[in-house]
């Protein structure tokens, strides 16, 4: 049997994704095959905070939230323009948590992980030191600490993009229809985007499917699963921008529950998420009334400003895949990952993954690649731990130095627009910004800052292909452009497709 692939990765989020970019990174021979978008499902829909999770502390889950803090402080280094500190404001009510179980959360919270860059937590007025002009004035006192946040699907592009660096191959819009295990490795059989099928062998297979992960073996390989997953739904909605200042908040509920209210996209408030039991298909997931009413009366609780389901401007829902650790309440079970290695009887490998947060995908992919080692001699060791993902080598001028760059070298763009490219790609940005010297060099303007430039680089190095992975994936311009603006630019994308085609022919 000829093998062509060391690995193939079924599953392109956040996990598949940097297990790719690890292997590929190592010398491996990588296939990623993800069967919609890059970042279509979960690892687009998190509230986009890489974070220890100070609310795991009340599961006692120190060794998550230990780790994760020491990736937090990784991933600032790694992608600066992806990831950024971001300032938390608990408000604090006598009828919540009390003040002794608040001061030792936090106190572990700033330990933890090691030595950190981000300032520790301290305790705050809110009518006197600038973090309550929001709040009720009920409410006086609170805490402020530090956490990361981070662009969940340009992160999984990131690293995509990395290990294709790095020879790997990657093909969206293919589906892993099958996978027959053999003694020396695995025959897969694809669908691609046109309808055909492509048969690819491979010596180890990576269950990297997320949602679908415990059904993947049983009903692709007809193997038996190597575990149980709980779904557990997880909505937020967007409004008006609710707050001034560059903090978030994090709001306590009655039910013990805490839900994020997050600047967003500079005019809007970002709130979640829910902890809801789901049936369902993993991409059938929705929001539904009782979250968005829970979401509402979570801000209403404590913010001066009401919020109603009318004033919700967007809305998105994602399922994590929990390991199924047979807790009941489903805000309690472990969002640590389980991996599991499967080479029975010395047949060919299968890793599933089960679990996992964006925060902790980079540990993941190198635990996942030091237990795959012996099966594939002659691997490089990990690397990834100092490496900066593409785009992410800003130097010690990090961002403000890149904006600053961008906007001497395309000073004819808007500071929003500088911004938002700079965050985006990094030192990327200039693949596309190139020596243009008007808005018109940059070709058709679609309107909120995205021109032909950027899009032809989206289709041409990040795997985009329809206006949704562009408006809602690469970026959150879906939130600025008028209807007949997203119009223009799907007909810009068909245009561009039919000379695809023939140019195929
Ligand atoms: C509401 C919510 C909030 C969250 N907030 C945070 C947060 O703030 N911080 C944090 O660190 N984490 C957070 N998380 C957790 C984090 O988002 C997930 O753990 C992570 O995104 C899971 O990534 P994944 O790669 O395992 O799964 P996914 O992103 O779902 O990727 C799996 C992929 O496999 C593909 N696939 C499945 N079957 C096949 C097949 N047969 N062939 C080809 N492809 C296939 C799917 O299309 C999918 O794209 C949150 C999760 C949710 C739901």
């Not at 908040?249 to 994020?260: S, T």
């Not at 049936?279 to 997931?285: H, R, S």
């Not at 390991?323 to 499967?342: F, H, K, M, P, Q």
């Given at each position: 049997?000829?093998?062509?692939?060391?690995?193939?990765?079924?599953?392109?989020?956040?996990?598949?994704?940097?297990?790719?970019?690890?292997?590929?990174?190592?010398?491996?021979?990588?296939?990623?095959?993800?069967?919609?978008?890059?970042?279509?499902?979960?690892?687009?829909?998190?509230?986009?905070?890489?974070?220890?999770?100070?609310?795991?502390?009340?599961?006692y889950?120190?060794?998550?939230?230990?780790?994760?803090?020491?990736?937090?402080?990784?991933?600032?280094?790694?992608?600066?323009?992806?990831?950024?500190?971001?300032?938390?404001?608990?408000?604090?009510?006598?009828?919540?948590?009390?003040?002794?179980?608040?001061?030792?959360?936090?106190?572990?919270?700033?330990?933890?992980?090691?030595?950190?860059?981000?300032?520790?937590?301290?305790?705050?007025?809110?009518?006197?030191?600038?973090?309550?002009?929001?709040?009720?004035?009920?409410?006086?006192?609170?805490?402020?600490?530090?956490?990361?946040w981070?662009?969940?699907?340009?992160?999984?592009?990131?690293?995509?993009?990395?290990?294709?660096?790095?020879?790997?191959?990657?093909?969206?819009?293919?589906?892993?229809?099958?996978a027959?295990?053999?003694?020396?490795?695995?025959?897969?059989s694809?669908?691609?985007?046109?309808?055909?099928?492509?048969?690819?062998?491979?010596?180890?297979?990576?269950?990297?499917?997320?949602?679908?992960?415990?059904?993947?073996l049983?009903?692709?390989?007809?193997?038996?699963?190597?575990?149980?997953?709980?779904?557990?739904?997880?909505?937020?909605?967007?409004?008006?921008?609710?707050?001034?200042?560059?903090?978030?908040?994090?709001?306590?509920?009655?039910?013990?529950?805490?839900?994020?209210?997050?600047p967003?996209?500079?005019?809007?408030?970002?709130?979640?998420?829910?902890?809801?039991?789901?049936?369902?298909?993993?991409?059938?997931?929705?929001?539904?009334?009782?979250?968005?009413?829970?979401?509402?009366?979570?801000?209403?609780?404590?913010?001066?400003?009401?919020?109603?389901?009318?004033?919700?401007?967007?809305?998105?829902?994602?399922?994590?895949?929990?390991?199924?650790?047979?807790?009941?309440?489903?805000?309690?079970?472990?969002?640590?990952?389980?991996?599991?290695?499967?080479?029975?009887?010395?047949?060919?490998?299968?890793?599933?993954?089960?679990?996992?947060?964006?925060?902790?995908?980079?540990?993941?992919?190198?635990?996942?690649?030091?237990?795959?080692?012996?099966?594939?001699?002659?691997?490089?060791?990990?690397?990834?731990?100092k490496?900066?993902?593409?785009?992410?080598?800003?130097?010690?001028?990090?961002?403000?130095?890149?904006?600053?760059?961008?906007?001497?070298?395309?000073?004819?763009?808007?500071?929003?627009?500088?911004?938002?490219l700079?965050?985006?790609?990094?030192s990327?940005?200039?693949?596309?910004?190139?020596?243009?010297?008007?808005?018109?060099?940059?070709?058709?303007?679609?309107?909120?800052?995205?021109?032909?430039?950027?899009?032809?680089?989206?289709?041409?190095?990040?795997?985009?292909?329809?206006?949704?992975?562009i408006?809602w994936?690469?970026?959150?311009?879906?939130?600025?452009?008028?209807?007949?603006?997203?119009?223009?630019?799907?007909?810009?994308?068909?245009?561009?497709?039919?000379v695809?085609?023939?140019?195929?022919?």
């Amino acid at each position: 049997m000829e093998i062509e692939y060391d690995l193939l990765i079924v599953g392109g989020g956040i996990n598949g994704a940097a297990i790719a970019r690890d292997a590929a990174g190592r010398g491996a021979r990588v296939m990623l095959v993800e069967q919609d978008d890059l970042a279509a499902h979960t690892s687009s829909a998190s509230t986009k905070l890489i974070h220890g999770g100070l609310r795991y502390l009340e599961q006692y889950e120190f060794r998550l939230v230990a780790k994760a803090l020491a990736e937090r402080e990784r991933l600032m280094r790694a992608a600066p323009h992806l990831i950024r500190p971001l300032e938390f404001v608990l408000p604090h009510d006598r009828g919540m948590r009390p003040v002794w179980m608040m001061r030792i959360g936090l106190f572990l919270y700033d330990h933890l992980g090691g030595r950190s860059s981000l300032p520790r937590s301290r305790a705050i007025r809110l009518d006197t030191d600038g973090y309550g002009s929001a709040i009720q004035s009920k409410y006086t006192q609170g805490y402020r600490y530090a956490d990361c946040w981070g662009d969940d699907s340009r992160l999984v592009v990131a690293n995509v993009q990395d290990a294709a660096e790095h020879g790997a191959t990657v093909m969206t819009r293919t589906r892993c229809l099958s996978a027959q295990r053999h003694r020396e490795g695995w025959t897969l059989s694809l669908q691609c985007a046109d309808g055909t099928t492509k048969s690819v062998t491979a010596r180890i297979l990576v269950n990297a499917t997320g949602s679908w992960a415990a059904d993947f073996l049983p009903q692709r390989a007809g193997i038996p699963g190597a575990g149980t997953l709980r779904l557990i739904k997880g909505s937020h909605i967007v409004t008006r921008k609710l707050f001034d200042g560059e903090h978030a908040y994090i709001l306590q509920n009655p039910d013990k529950r805490i839900v994020f209210a997050i600047p967003y996209e500079d005019e809007f408030t970002l709130i979640g998420t829910t902890d809801v039991e789901w049936q369902g298909a993993p991409d059938a997931v929705a929001i539904d009334a009782t979250e968005t009413d829970y979401l509402c009366e979570s801000v209403n609780r404590w913010f001066t400003t009401q919020i109603a389901p009318r004033d919700v401007l967007w809305s998105f829902a994602g399922v994590r895949p929990l390991y199924d650790d047979a807790t009941t309440n489903a805000s309690e079970i472990s969002r640590d990952y389980v991996l599991s290695l499967d080479h029975a009887d010395g047949a060919a490998p299968v890793m599933s993954i089960f679990g996992g947060k964006i925060t902790t995908h980079r540990a993941l992919a190198e635990e996942v690649m030091d237990k795959l080692a012996r099966h594939l001699p002659g691997l490089q060791s990990a690397w990834t731990g100092k490496a900066p993902l593409p785009g992410g080598d800003l130097g010690e001028r990090g961002l403000a130095g890149l904006v600053a760059d961008v906007q001497r070298v395309a000073g004819f763009l808007d500071e929003q627009t500088v911004r938002r490219l700079a965050q985006s790609y990094g030192s990327r940005v200039f693949a596309f910004l190139g020596t243009a010297k008007t808005m018109g060099d940059l070709g058709q303007s679609f309107g909120a800052g995205l021109t032909q430039a950027e899009v032809d680089y989206l289709l041409g190095n990040e795997w985009a292909q329809t206006a949704d992975d562009i408006l809602w994936r690469r970026s959150k311009l879906g939130l600025h452009m008028r209807a007949e603006e997203v119009e223009a630019l799907k007909a810009y994308l068909a245009d561009h497709a039919r000379v695809e085609a023939k140019a195929a022919e």
